[in-house]
């Protein structure tokens, strides 16, 4: 039997599947997500084994829905059913995915979802682009509080839609991942051209 959660159950940590409330950045976020790490090196065969802390909990001064969000970088995706069973042991819900290289679980009952966590491998977009997102929004306070703007316009009009929500941000999103991709270009570009000066 898979252990439930047994800590965090205030208010502003965990939410019912499939609805969307947000509530005031919580600094209390990063050390749910350190003590989650923690846990999981107890319970798992993490050799090889990498974790990111991503999504709006890792951004500090934004709301968020008070789900900690994690990724789990493997070497191999197709060679995980070993920690996929070991996830599930140590209380993670295998749920069905639309992300092509991740697989995602869930932590918590259906009433309280506590942590979600995509295993993916280092390098894979979905590494990149979760880490880049978190990298610009903590890099760049205004373009922060737009996105805390839009994510909670978003939430009023869609309560109690998750996927409405999140589909609504991905033009966001992917804005600035191209910023950030761009940025990265510049910057290869100048040391490519600092190099050849030499």
């Not at 749910?32 to 090196?41: G, I, W």
């Not at 749920?95 to 942590?115: E, I, K, L, Y």
């Not at 839609?161 to 941000?169: G, L």
């Amino acid at each position: 039997m898979p252990d439930e959660p047994d800590d965090h159950h205030d208010a502003t940590f965990g939410l019912a599947r499939d609805t969307v409330e947000l509530v005031p950045h919580d600094p209390a976020w990063e050390d749910a997500y350190d003590a989650e790490v923690e846990r999981l090196q107890s319970e798992l065969d993490t050799t090889g084994l990498g974790f990111e802390h991503v999504g709006s909990t890792a951004i500090p001064g934004i709301a968020a829905k008070p789900i900690v969000d994690m990724l789990l970088l493997v070497s191999d995706l197709e060679d995980t059913d070993e920690l996929a069973s070991e996830l599930d042991a140590a209380g993670y819900e295998e749920r069905p995915n639309d992300v092509p290289d991740r697989r995602f679980f869930a932590r918590g009952p259906p009433s309280n979802r506590t942590h979600y966590l995509s295993v993916t491998e280092r390098g894979s977009d979905c590494h990149r682009e979760q880490v880049a997102f978190r990298d610009a929004l903590r890099a760049d306070p205004e373009l922060a509080a737009e996105y805390d703007s839009l994510k909670h316009e978003l939430a009023d009009a869609s309560p109690d839609d998750r996927t409405t929500y999140t589909d609504a941000k991905s033009s966001f999103v992917r804005s600035v991942l191209e910023d950030a991709d761009e940025r990265r270009s510049s910057v290869r570009q100048t040391r490519s051209g600092d190099t050849e000066d030499r």
